[in-house]
């Protein structure tokens, strides 16, 4: 082989991912092309080698070679043999050797495109980072290297802004692959986005240690995860919040400001929900496995948390748990007789030691993520 077309293809093969037996079976094909073009057929070419029959008389100049050409070749041939002859692709005409080339090009624009769908088909369900191009509309374009991909409107959290080159984490949603390339959609408000950046920060979520099991997402403002470990010497929400916050902190950074909940999972349905309203304290939980419906019941106090912020807390917390969530105040569920109407008395003193100041909805609701992910410290304070 010629050392310059090696050479040639060496580098192609490097910067573009593309084989040298794929580039050298584009090459052949579009000289057959061209050899099909200029003579009229190709049927008998192999490797531009034109197999002629050796006869007497020549009837069809393109497949027969004459007994004296023949011996002209090499003495050995006879009436009958298989005459292989070198064709010269310098006798191809300019619009042969055009296509030629243009073939070439074309199947190396495919062979690219097919490199990066599926580089990038291995990352779907994945995050990946990019940076931030340019607003298309209301759409942002991102580089995410060999591949360009557009954060729609409906995938973008609202009230983020980007600014160019600025490098962001995003969560592959599906990858298609088209004409003009692969076609790559992305998001920044998929729950996944969460579930795999905890996968990437903490050790114990990527080595399967610690699952987890559930996630619900209001993205931009809050969002809550249930953890279950795996290994009873570790602490599935500890290890998923680490030493001063500083896992949870990470991630909470990378999506801007958003709260996250991190709860521990129970296969009891009733021991899951009520720490799925945490931090609002619960009275108690009758949760119906079979209709998904679950009453609960928190200190009078306790109401506006529980339910949180026009409802976030209650709505994020019936996603986690896949249960329609019915949430009565003490005052309330005396009045239905679901509690005695001297429950009151009976539980007089109880919840005061453990929240002894009383409720303020204004106090927390500038307070810094900190508060929201530590339950002991999270006690009485509103859910934003």
Not at 98 to 123: G, W
Not at 287 to 295: F, G, I, R, V
Request: net charge negative; with cysteine; glycine share 6%.
């Amino acid at each position: 082989m010629n050392t310059e077309l090696l050479e040639a293809l060496n580098i192609l093969e490097k910067e573009k991912d593309i084989s040298k037996e794929t580039i050298l079976d584009a090459i052949e094909n579009s000289l057959l092309n061209a050899c099909k073009n200029h003579f009229g057929k190709a049927d008998n070419i192999k490797q531009l080698l034109a197999e002629k029959t050796e006869v007497e008389d020549v009837e069809d100049d393109l497949e027969q070679i004459s007994l004296e050409d023949a011996k002209k070749i090499d003495s050995k041939y006879e009436l009958g043999d298989i005459v292989q002859i070198p064709i010269e692709s310098k006798s191809f005409g300019r619009i042969a050797t055009q296509n030629a080339k243009n073939l070439i090009l074309q199947k190396i624009r495919e062979e690219e495109r097919k490199v990066v769908y599926d580089q990038y088909f291995e990352k779907e369900k994945d995050i990946v980072t990019g940076i931030v191009q340019r607003y298309v509309g209301k759409n942002i374009s991102i580089n995410l290297g060999k591949a360009d991909a557009m954060l729609t409107e409906n995938e973008q959290v609202k009230g983020e802004v980007f600014k160019p080159t600025e490098r962001i984490k995003l969560y592959v949603v599906e990858v298609k692959n088209t004409t003009k390339g692969p076609k790559i959609l992305v998001s920044r408000t998929h729950p996944e986005l969460v579930k795999r950046l905890f996968e990437a920060e903490v050790t114990e979520v990527k080595d399967g240690i610690v699952e987890i099991k559930s996630i619900a997402r209001e993205a931009g403002s809050r969002t809550k995860i249930a953890v279950w470990s795996n290994d009873p010497d570790v602490d599935p929400v500890g290890a998923c919040v680490g030493m001063n916050g500083a896992r949870v902190n990470a991630i909470v950074n990378e999506l801007r400001g958003e709260k996250i909940d991190i709860v521990n999972w129970s296969d009891n349905p009733a021991i899951l929900i009520e720490n799925a309203l945490s931090p609002a304290k619960v009275i108690s939980v009758m949760a119906d496995p079979d209709e998904k419906t679950a009453s609960v019941i928190v200190p009078d106090y306790q109401l506006s948390l529980a339910i949180g912020k026009e409802g976030q807390n209650a709505r994020l917390a019936a996603r986690l748990t896949g249960y329609k969530i019915d949430i009565k105040s003490e005052s309330q569920a005396i009045e239905s007789g679901e509690l005695p109407e001297n429950y009151m008395e009976l539980s007089e003193g109880v919840f005061e030691e453990e929240y002894e100041e009383p409720y303020d909805e204004m106090e927390y609701e500038d307070e810094g993520y900190e508060e929201s992910f530590d339950e002991a410290e999270a006690e009485g304070r509103e859910d934003e």
